[in-house]
Nanobody, 118 residues
Framework: QMHFVESGGGLVQPGGSLTLSCTAS????????MGWFRRPPGKQRELIAQ???????TYTDNLKERFTISRNNGNNMVYLQMHNVKPEDTAVYYC????????????WGQGTQVTVAS
C-alpha cells in the first residue's frame, strides 16, 4: 500500500522561506516521477511542481522563480524549497506520484499546512 508523509509546514511571514519534506513508500520510488500538489482554502488541489526519476524538475510557470523541487532516491524522499512566500501560497501541501489519470482519494497523505501571514 502506498504511503505519503508530508512535513515541514507551518506559519511563515510573507517573504520568508520554508522547506517541505515528503517520505514515500509502497511503490518503486526510484523509477517514479513525483510531484508536489497544493490545495488552497476553498479551491481544488493542483499540481505545482514535479520531478522525474532522474531529477529533472518542472514547475507551474508562476512558481518556478520561488520554488525548488528535489528528491533523494536513496531514502525515498522528495522536497520542496519555498522562497519569498506570499499569502496566496497558503494551502495544504501534498506529495504524490505523477501518473496518467486521477489519483484515488485513498492514495493521498495527510498533507502539511502552510500559512503565510504577518
Amino acid at each position: 500500500q502506498m504511503h505519503f508523509v508530508e512535513s515541514g509546514g507551518g506559519l511563515v511571514q510573507p517573504g520568508g522561506s520554508l522547506t517541505l519534506s515528503c517520505t514515500a513508500s509502497g511503490f518503486p520510488f526510484g523509477t517514479t516521477s513525483m510531484g508536489w500538489f497544493r490545495r488552497p482554502p476553498g479551491k481544488q488541489r493542483e499540481l505545482i511542481a514535479q520531478i522525474t526519476e532522474s531529477g529533472d524538475p518542472t514547475y507551474t510557470d508562476n512558481l518556478k522563480e520561488r520554488f525548488t523541487i528535489s528528491r533523494n532516491n536513496g531514502n525515498n524522499m522528495v522536497y520542496l524549497q519555498m522562497h519569498n512566500v506570499k499569502p496566496e501560497d497558503t494551502a495544504v501541501y501534498y506529495c504524490n506520484r505523477i501518473i496518467v489519470g486521477p489519483i484515488s482519494d485513498g492514495d493521498w497523505g495527510q498533507g502539511t499546512q502552510v500559512t503565510v501571514a504577518s
